[in-house]
């Protein structure tokens, strides 16, 4: 298949930074505040359905739009953003979370995210941006297919599409916003809707070019910030001296990760929505949802970026306890602390898996943590079996200790920016020996996992250049999955000891907090780490 690419303008700068904590000015973004009449406030919809995207029974999702490929030719959802201002800049981004079930098929490429420009209130109307999007859905069921349930499905899960654009004219105070499709072309019934959610507009700062990429390329100048250690630094607000000693959503946008650029991954990371049906620290299961704003917390000490968790995923999930099968266990909210070498070594004495891990290279249990706070485990289930077709649509499940966690490429994770196979993948997150993991992408339309010769990864999923050092990526469908050892000396402190899984963590990364049971303090003593026997919890 011979894959476009949309050549537009886009930009990377430092106010502010893509995925940064500016507000939504997208009114009902969420798509879950309803008008009296049930539906989306706000919200105009045309050949189009609001429903529950999902299977009540199985997806714990939110409510949001379907736009089906076989009841409608076409269909398109949109949203007004009135009252804008652009005296300050005149480019903005706009992006949205998606996700193509099986069966939704368009022809002609036309699956499509558009902003419509209008002046004095909405009675004039302007020039339109249109980017055409289907091509990324096309790429992502031939690249990441073999990344589903056995082999099958990687590109069902739920991912960020994006468009930047400038207001052509001063004289624009008014946007619509709208994800549609036409020429459908969907021959099934059933698994045939593209699925919107999560609608978003932001400001972002003037670009300094035309780029043929949507990957952002200018950065920022090193003598405006202020070094944390290692590649890390915070960029100061007008007039302050010194960074804060702690990062949440309130600055997370400043703080930026250097590589081939400067990003901000903890921005939009940091908050989490509990959902009806997870479980609380105390035990308790949620008949509402709730907002865990400090789900993930940053500080830096001396040589290691400590990250506090309540591991809350903050993207849609499969519904735990599954109904009737599978798994049994809730998503519970958790209290981990994480350490990770902000300067990591290459370990002498490294060892690499083996495909029944025999050799206890990657130990059971969390060997990672994700920029959203949620742990990575190693590939493996209770009994060394692989554990990667016993996943949701996002690539994570609980562990018998409610733990939610990824034993593979977990695409759902929100990265500083979309992740189109256009460029080198963004950053995920860190294995516990301080070295970084990337998404799958080496470089445009080529998986690292595919590269032969000089670059190629090395049994450990890591290889090495210039801009990022050493640094791990996921392979979808392929061995190890996410990495396939230590490459570097691991940070003991997180080697908790605890109930199967590693369990709830205490507050300072020592011995895990635990309500009794298996593993619990009025249990007998546990093995270390691992998923262990699946039960109802209490």
């Known amino acids: 298949m011979m894959r476009q690419w949309w050549i537009g303008f886009f930009v990377w700068g430092l106010a502010p930074l893509a995925g940064a904590a500016e507000p939504n000015l997208v009114v009902n973004g969420g798509l879950e505040t309803r008008d009296d009449n049930g539906r989306a406030a706000g919200v105009v919809l045309t ?112 991912r960020t599409y994006q468009l930047d654009f400038m207001v052509p004219f001063a004289q624009v105070d008014q946007l619509q916003l709208a994800v549609g499709f036409g020429h459908g072309s969907a021959t099934k019934t059933n698994q045939s809707a593209f699925f919107v959610d999560d609608l978003s507009l932001v400001p972002i700062p003037d670009p300094t070019g035309i ?89 830096f000490d001396g040589n290691t970026m400590v990250i506090k968790s309540h591991g809350i995923p903050n993207h849609p999930t499969g519904r735990f306890p599954e109904q009737g099968f599978g798994n049994p266990s809730y998503i519970e909210e958790q209290r981990g602390t994480f350490y990770i070498a902000l300067n990591p070594r290459e370990n002498k004495t490294k060892l690499t898996t083996t495909k029944d891990n025999s050799n206890n290279a990657l130990h059971m249990g ?51 920016w979309a992740d189109e196979g256009q460029a080198h993948s963004p950053l995920l997150g860190w294995a516990f020996d301080g070295y970084p993991l990337y998404g799958p992408y080496e470089r445009k339309d080529v998986m690292a996992k595919d590269v032969k010769g000089a670059g190629s990864l090395n049994a450990f999923n890591a290889h090495y250049d210039e801009q990022r050092g050493w640094h791990y990526h996921v392979t979808p469908g392929q061995f190890p999955y996410l990495i396939g050892g230590f490459w570097g000396v691991e940070d003991d402190r997180n080697r908790r000891r605890g109930g199967p899984g590693g369990g709830r963590g205490g507050p300072d990364g020592g011995p895990p907090e635990r309500r009794g049971g298996i593993g619990r303090p009025d249990g007998p003593p546990p093995p270390f780490g691992g998923e262990g026997p699946r039960r109802p919890r209490p």
């Open 211 to 299: 780029h043929s990429t949507t990957q952002p390329t200018r950065v920022a100048p090193d003598r405006e910030l202020l070094p944390l250690g290692g590649r890390w630094f915070y960029w100061p607000k007008a007039g302050e001296k010194s960074a804060p000693k702690t990062f949440t959503s309130a600055n997370a946008d400043r703080l930026l990760y250097r590589d081939d650029r400067y990003s901000a991954p903890f921005a939009g990371n940091t908050s989490a929505w509990m959902r009806v049906g997870n479980m609380d620290l105390s035990g308790d299961v949620l008949t509402k949802d709730r907002l865990v704003q400090d789900n993930v917390v940053i500080t």
């Open 366 to 416: 969390p060997i990672g943590v994700a920029i959203n706070g949620v742990v990575f485990f190693n590939p493996f289930d209770m009994g060394n079996t692989v554990a990667v077709d016993m996943m949701d649509p996002c690539c994570g499940h609980p562990n018998q200790d409610g733990q939610y966690h990824y034993h593979k490429y977990p695409i759902c994770v929100n990265t500083p």
């Open 47 to 158: 050949g189009a359905e609001y429903r529950y995207l999902g299977d009540e029974r199985r997806d714990m999702s939110s409510w949001g739009v379907a736009l089906g490929s076989t009841k409608q030719t076409s269909g398109e959802v949109s949203v007004v953003v009135p009252n804008l201002d652009t005296t300050t800049g005149r480019w903005f981004r706009f992006t949205f979370r998606g996700l193509p079930q099986a069966n939704f098929a368009v022809k002609n490429d036309d699956l499509y995210m558009k902003v419509s420009f209008f002046g004095e209130g909405g009675k004039v109307s302007f020039d339109s941006k249109t980017r055409k999007i289907y091509d990324q859905v096309e790429v992502a069921r031939e690249d990441l297919a073999i990344n589903g349930i056995r082999g099958k499905g990687g590109a069902e899960v739920w």
